[in-house]
């Protein structure tokens, strides 16, 4: 018989190799990871006028975008939740996403659906099941003529200021460029594969100051 010193090492060793091979998660659904605070976008384009500017719902297209600069007072920032989803990129919820037990507020891109890779950004409403689940936007709740995705947004790490820079939409390559196409409120903002970029902007995921 084994000395109980040696059974109990043996035991030890034993019991960590099995927790190496089985997961503690194994059979179980992926899990959504919930950052911790809520965030801004923001615009990052020196020598241009959006520079530090924060994106807004124009009212009447409710896309987002940059307003006029003789707004005044200027509109507050849309404020967000990242929330990683199983296929490793974000969601992103709106701010009073827990008021209501039904529905919550996401970001989503705007997708055309006659081909062309340029899309738009806006917030709607999905029910809770969905946003719990897998954050795909209801088709009823998608303004016609476009698809709405949830769930492939990405960005950068933070740095020790807690900006995520280089937000971006995961569907395809492409860039964000501001277009003046909503009269005298503003600039919607567009995520560009394959249209030409004159002028090319980066946006930033910004901290909210919580209070």
Not at 17 to 35: I, K
Not at 197 to 209: A, K, N, Q
Request: charged share 20%; aromatic share 12%; net charge negative.
């Amino acid at each position: 018989m084994l000395p109980l010193t040696l059974c109990s090492f043996l035991l030890a060793i034993a019991t960590i190799a099995f927790a190496t091979l089985t997961p503690q998660d194994y059979g179980a659904p992926a899990h959504l990871q919930d950052h911790p605070q809520h965030y801004f976008l923001r615009g990052r384009c020196p020598k241009q006028p959006w520079d530090g500017r924060h994106i807004v719902a124009l009212p009447t297209s409710h896309q987002l975008g940059f307003e006029n600069y003789t707004v005044a007072p200027t509109t507050p920032p849309l404020n967000f939740r990242p929330i990683q989803v199983a296929n490793g990129n974000y969601a992103l919820c709106g701010e009073g996403d827990n008021d209501d037990h039904d529905r919550a507020p996401i970001l989503v891109s705007l997708k055309s659906t006659t081909g062309t890779r340029t899309a738009s950004m806006a917030v709607i409403y999905i029910s809770k099941p969905a946003r719990r689940h897998h954050f795909k936007a209801n088709a009823d709740a998608c303004p016609e003529g476009y698809e709405c995705v949830a769930d492939q947004w990405m960005f950068d790490s933070a740095g020790d200021d807690l900006v995520h820079s280089n937000f971006r939409f995961a569907g395809y390559t492409g860039t964000w460029e501001p277009f003046k196409d909503a009269g005298a409120e503003g600039w919607h903002v567009y995520w560009k594969g394959n249209a030409g970029v004159y002028t090319p902007i980066d946006l930033d995921l910004v901290p909210t100051e919580e209070t």
